[in-house]
Nanobody
Framework: QLQLVESGGGLVQPGGSLRLSCAASGFTLDNYAISWFRQAPGKEREGVSC????????NYADSVKGRFTISRDNPKNTVYLQMHSLKPEDTAVYYC?????????WGQGTQVTVSS
């Protein structure tokens, strides 16, 4: 069964850090571009960051630039999103997606809550 599984979410205070993981099973991520999205209550899903299959190209939403870092470890079949200086407005369910051509796989999401 092909699936992506996110983990690493949780409750953190403003200014804190979390590292999200996106692990694939049933397929290898080597040839897939990976994106992180998030969806806050009552809001549309938005793109947060993406990384090319080689890892040579990375992009970030303006709202997270300088605070979030995307990386990939292909031997571990995992992509990470390191988040620093978290703000209450970062609270959302975070999803990863794997893209190859017209094929996209989604994970089930992991909740990140930033609150004091």
């Amino acid at each position: 069964q092909l699936q992506l599984v996110e983990s690493g979410g949780g409750l953190v205070q403003p200014g804190g850090s979390l590292r999200l993981s996106c692990a694939a099973s049933g397929f290898t991520l080597d040839n897939y571009a990976i994106s992180w999205f998030r969806q806050a209550p009552g809001k549309e899903r938005e793109g947060v960051s993406c990384i090319s299959s080689s890892g040579g190209s990375r992009n970030y939403a303006d709202s997270v630039k300088g605070r979030f870092t995307i990386s990939r470890d292909n031997p571990k079949n995992t992509v990470y999103l390191q988040m620093h200086s978290l703000k209450p407005e970062d609270t959302a369910v975070y999803y990863c997606a794997a893209d190859q051509g017209s094929t996209r796989y989604w994970g089930q999401g992991t909740q990140v809550t930033v609150s004091s």
